[in-house]
Structures are given as C-alpha cells and as structure tokens.
C-alpha cells in the first residue's frame, strides 16, 4: 500500500520529495507544472502514472501559512499517505480543494484500493447502463481513473457476503458516508431488503458457495457475483431441492451475471421431468443472464427452462455444460435471445426447442454433446445464426414433427452420426452454412420432411453428402456439394426432392444416386469430375433430369441400371472418360433433347436387355459409335443427329434389336432407321454387320469422311487409321499359316500384300474384337498384322498415311462396373 511505501527514508518512493519557494506575494501565480512522480512499486495495486504537480494560486488574497503549506509545500507522498485513511466521499471532498489535491485524490492506486475493498473485482467492472456489465483491463481503458469510474457506476448496492453484515453495522464511524451500501448474510434477505430507501435494485454476491436459497426473483433486480479472478468460478448459487432461480411475471427487467448457478438434487433422478432447473424463466419475463455458468446433475430436468407466453430473455456469454439432461430446453411459445453461450457435453441436447418455442440463437458453441446437438420438435422453430455446432454423438442439428427452424451461416461438421437430420415431417431452412467432415450424412432428410437446403457447402463427408429416404422431399438448391465418400446427393424409397442449381463435383463416389423407386426434379445443377457416374438411376426409379450439364467425369455420364426409368431432357453431357450414357438391365428412359459429346466409350451405350426411347438428341464428337446397342437390348432412336464422330453413328450387334434411327448395325441385329441426320463421322454414314437386314426411312447419310472405305482403296492396312483404340467394320480374315487364333484378324488389304499365297479364311463384315474374348462372333477387330502382333511383319506399316489429321487416341469401349451403393 501507499501507506507502507512512503515516508523520507523510502528507496523506491512513488513521489520524489520536493521543496519550492514560495510565490511572490505581489503577483499571482500562473499555472506551472512540476516535474513529477515516478511510478509506484506497490504490487497490489499497479503502477501510478507520471503526471505534472500543479503550484501556485490565483486568489487575490494570501493563503495562511498553513494552507500554504499543505497545499504547496507538503510532499505528494505525504499528502498520498494522509488520503488513503480516506473513503470514497472524504477523498472527492479533498479533491475539491485545490488543482493539486484534486489531481493526487484522483490516483488511480488509491481507487483501485477503495474499489477492491468494496467489490472484491481485480479488474473494474464497468456497468454503462442498464443490463450491461463487463470487466476492462485499466492499461487499455481510455480514461485515466477507470477504478473510480466503476465505483460511480457501482455504488449504490446491497452486498451479500456472509459475517461482514454485523461488523459493518456495528462500526458506523470506520464507515461514516456509505449511507447508500447495505449489507446482508443471505441473498433471500438482500431480496427481502427491496424496500430500504436507498435501495435501487443491484445486488452483489460475494465470494462464496450459497446453498438452498429459495430464489424467487418477481422485480426488475440486478444480481451480479462481485470476487477476485474468474468472478463466475468464485461465486457459487446451487440448490439440491428446488429450482436454484426462478424468475416470474415482474421480472422483466431482471439480471443476473457473474455467478455459478447449480442443481444439484441428492436423489438426481426422482424429480419430474421440467420441474426443477439451475434457471426457471417463465411467463410473461424477460431478465438477462450474462457470464454465468450454468450446470445440473439432476437427470430428468434440463439446466435452463424457458417456458410460456411472453418468456423472453437474453442469455449471453454463459457456460451451460456437463448436465444430465438437456442444457436449453425453450418450450411453449418462449422466445429469447441467447448469444455467445458454450454449450456442451449434455447428456442430451445441448438446445432442445418444442411447442412453437421461436428463440433467437446466434454465436453459441455447441459441441462435444452426448446426444444431439440441436433438437427442434413438436412444432419448434427459432432463427439459429452462426453457431458452431461440432463433435455430438448423434447430429449436429435435428428436426422432427413439423418443427421449422431457421438455421443460417453456422458451421456443423465432425458429427459422430450426420450433421443434419429431419425426420418424421421436419421442416426448417437451411441457408449457408458450411456442412463438413460428418461420419454419415451432411443432411438427412426422411418420412415426409419437407426442408429447404439452400446456398450450403456440403463438403468432406466420411459417407454421402444430403441422403434422402424414406418419402422424403425438400428443395436442394444452391449448394456447393464436393470431396464426399459416397454420392453428393442420394435419393431412396418414395423419396421426391427438387434439386437445382447446385454443384456436385469431385466426389469420391458418383455425383447423384437415384434408387429403390425414388424420384425427384433433377434441374440446372453441375454435375461434374466425380469418380464414378455422375449421375446413377437404378430399381425402379423414375427422376425427371433436366437443364443440368454433366461433364468431365472419371466414369460414365448418367448411367440407367437394373430397372432404373425417368427422363432426361434438355441436359449437356460431355467429355467423359466412358460414355455419355449407359442403359443396361431392364432400364428404360426417355432421353430426348441431350447435346452427347466428347464420351470416350461412345455418346450412348445400350447392352444386356436395355430399352429407352432415345429421341431428338444431338450426339457428336464422341469416340466409338454414338450409340451401342448390343445384347439383347431394344430401345427406339428418332429424330437425333449424330455427326462429327470419331468412328460412327450407331452400332448394333449381339442379339441387338431396336427401331433406329442413326447408324452402324452388326451382328444379325435388324433395326429400322427413321428420321436421322448422319454426317461428317470418319469411318462412314452407315455400317452393316453380314446377316443385317434395316428397314430406312427418311434419313439423311451425308458428307461422311468414308475413312475406311479410302484406305481400302489406297491399298493401306487398316490399322494405319484406327490403331488399337478404333475397330474399323469391314471385310476381316483369319491366316491358318500364320497360325492365327480366334484372337487375331486381318485387314483385306493385309490379306492381299502380307499375306498373299497363305491359307486365308474370310470371317465376316464386321468390326467386332477384343483379345480378351473367345468367340468371333461377338468381338470387334482392329488388323493383328499392322499391329504387329504376327509373327511375320506387316510390309504396308511404314507406308504413309493420308488422312494423319483424323488421327486420335480413345479408350476401348467399356461397360460399368460402378454398381457399389452408398
């Protein structure tokens, strides 16, 4: 203290000991500043600042020699040492004497000293207005006496701190001037003492552990905890019989902050469930609780209790963890603000709204819960924003029997089971959010629910993106949906969402999986650099996709399988390393008004039983045939145009059937060719296999680039414009001398030069071959001898090429085997 430090013999003293002669008495002093005071070495109190000593007096008459003295001559840290036998009163009364003693009864040391014995704070508590504490470092603050600036603010209070009641009251005169100061053993009486004169309604608890205090608040009171340190932790309010706080009609104005506030019943689980809570707030009442922390053992009732018409208060900054139960539960019309709060480790939800409970929530963290994170149900809605929701058992957010929360810009990720769950005719909005790294779903949407997912980065999930079972629906829009385990979006079972306008990239599975009869409008999304199909229809289910551009995937562009049905309309599909498009098993879509471009494995592939009517598209550009029809397929091509291709049109073979309408028929297959516009392909317009028979109608074949027929003419091997990537149709042949299998064929041309005088065997018109095969009669061919895969080597492989510019290389056709599900 001042007092300790001071005196002539101090070797470290606050103020250096000065002498000044005294003003000429025939004139008035002006204002001089002298140099000043070095800082104190009291611990406890901090460091006193330099300032200027003010001297001298502007009265026309003289002051007494005495005056004189202690006004100009006495050393600061005497005059200090003599101010701090002061109270708060005397010391401004001193402070209106003159400039000197005003600026010495100002020192921030001696406040802070008054202000600690006072309030217990070792950082002001600055309380601005009404409803609104908190705490400053001094070396921050903007005005040089912040300890006196918050005693101002805290003066008139009552003080709960046990065993000092009586020694205040009995030694008046150590305390003479704090009148306004009351002081009593238990919170109940300082609620009970209300009515004292002076009283305005602040209450501080001291330091201290409050049990069993019956506390009814019905006025607009103002209960702060008042301690050293951490306030919250040092002032403990708990109850093991009865809700610890109740606050009721009257208390709309109330506030209660800087405290510990517990339940704590010694038999946890016989209360009824609701009836007993750290904080009960009920109708028609909107206190505020700030900076408290908040914890129930009790495991039938939650830890705050919001509940009625009218309930409305502002919870901020507050710990609300390790309970038993709910931590909020907001119920029957409550409403409230509840803002910066930490919630977690909750044996159930950490907020649980119900029964058109509409909170608003904003900033809290809610993690780490043994349950859901947020529960909304019966009803519940409430406006969540920017909340970080993360690590709860189950998920992140759950909403359950028409509760329709809104949730915005919040973060929900690392969720043990998903992030978002609505179910059994959930509703709610779901705006921007970042949705991320969830052991299951991003968004789970089942039983009838009906939410809006829109503008949300649904991203990194350890399984699927937003899974939609069970008759679910809801609108997915706008999402950025990326780098999931399994598909971005899957619909299931009945279920019937809108999907538009979102971006479903780079998953690890396929982009969209439509299965087990589900449906759904599939509109202007970008599907696109997924690992699997970018879209998958399969088991009966019938998905109307539209408008969406589907591109650059490592598989298959939209792929229909086992049943799988719909329309796909109007959509660009391109640059695929397979196909564009796969029918297969009993699938049978309608595809009409596609652009079908740059598939590696052919525009469309048609095999085992696929049907579908493919109508109007336009299919160019691709690698292979644009469409492939083989095994015992049969769908119905009209009206498409297929150009530019980099084999040909279309290809039927090994028991293919269909009514056509494009271009290259193999194998026995029949097929009637209706309405089509075939141009511009390299190898040719039209290629039949032997044995085909096609009925055509009103199509046109036209300025096709006849590559083969050229070569054929020029007397080149064959393998010269396809090497092994193309499998021009033409005359092949098989060379017994060569001792060629079943495996090898050999070009016309080959057969003529490289081959001449052998024994030869024609095998048919066709450009079926696969060296991993074993019967002719279903594989397609490139010429074995340019390729050089004889013995004997081909004599027309170094002559040159014509047409070097149509030159590519492309994958062999391959057929999915993306049948893993999510």
Known sequence: MV??????????????????????????PTKTSMEGASTSTTENFGHRPKRPRVSGKCQDLPAAPAEQYLQEKLPDEVVLKIFSYLLEQDLCRAACVCKRFSELANDPILWKRLYMEVFEYTRPMMHPE?????????????????????????????????????????????????????????????????QEPHFDG??????????????????????????????????????????????????????????????????????????????????????????????????????????????????????????????????????????????SNNALAGIWVKNHGNPIIRRNHIHHGRDVGVFTFDHGMGYFESCNIHRNRIAGF????????????????????????VHEKGRGQFIENKIYANNFAGVWITSNSDPTIRGNAIFNGNQGGVYIFGDGRGLIEGNDIYGNALAGI???????????????????????????????????????SNTLAGV???????????????????????????NGHGVLEDNDIYNHMYSGVQIRTGSNPKIRRNKIWGGQNGGILVYNSGLGFIEDNEIFDNAMAGVWIKTDSNPTLRRNKIHDGRDGGICIFNGGRGNLSVYSITNHATATLEGNQIFNNRFGGLFLASGVNVTM????????????EKAVSRGQCLYKISSYTSYPMHDFYRCHTCNTTDRNAICVNCIKKCHQGHDVEFIRHDRLHNHFCSSLSTFRFFCDCGAGTLSNPCTLAGEPTHDTDTLYDSAPPIESNTLQHN
Not at 3 to 28: D, F, H, I, M
Not at 160 to 188: C, L, Q, W
Not at 221 to 244: L, Q, W
Not at 536 to 561: A, C, D, E, M
Request: net charge negative; with cysteine.
């Open 536 to 562: 998958w229809v399969t088991t009966g289910s019938t998905p109307v996709l539209r408008r969406n551009r589907i591109h650059s995937g490592k598989q298959v562009g939209v792929y229909f399988y086992d």
């Open 130 to 194: 009404a409803g609104k504490f908190y705490q400053i470092n001094p070396e921050e603050y903007e005005q040089p006496n912040p300890w006196k600036e918050s005693f101002q603010q805290l003066y008139k209070g009552a003080h709960v701190k046990p065993g000092f009641a009586e020694h205040f009251y009995s030694n008046p005169a150590r305390y003479k001037g704090r009148d306004n100061m009351f002081y009593y053993d238990t919170i109940e009486d300082a609620l009970g003492g209300g």
């Open 202 to 343: 602040l209450i501080f608890v001291h330091s201290g552990i409050y049990t069993d205090e019956w506390i009814y608040i019905e006025s607009p009171i103002t209960m702060i905890g008042a301690a050293p340190g951490k306030v919250a932790e040092k002032v403990i309010i708990e109850n093991t019989r009865d809700s610890t706080f109740v606050f009721m009609e009257g208390s709309e104005d109330a506030y209660v902050g800087y405290m510990t506030i517990r339940f704590n019943p010694d038999d946890k689980s016989a209360q009824h469930h609701n009836a007993h809570h750290c904080l009960e707030i009920t109708v028609n009442c909107s206190p505020i609780i700030d900076h408290c922390i908040i914890r129930s053992t009790c495991t039938v009732g939650s830890a705050v209790c919001v509940s009625g018409q009218g309930a409305c208060p502002t919870i901020k900054h507050c710990n609300i963890s390790d309970c038993e139960n709910v931590g909020l539960y907001i119920t029957d019309h409550a409403q409230g603000i509840y803002e910066d709060n930490e919630i």
């Open 490 to 528: 899957q619909i299931r079972t009945n279920s019937c969402p809108i999907v538009r306008h979102n971006k479903i990239h780079d998953g690890q599975h396929g982009g969209i999986y439509v299965h087990e009869k589900g449906q759904g409008v599939i509109e202007e999304n970008e599907v696109y």
């Open 398 to 421: 759950e909403v359950k029997a028409y509760a329709n929360p809104t949730v915005v810009r919040c973060e929900i990720h690392h969720g043990q089971t998903g992030g978002i769950y």
């Open 3 to 28: 007092a300790e430090e001071s005196g002539p013999g101090a070797q470290n003293s606050p103020y250096q000991l000065r002498r000044k002669s005294l003003p000429k008495r025939t004139v008035c």
């Open 697 to 708: 109608k009103d199509n046109k074949i036209m300025n096709n680039q006849d590559a083969i």
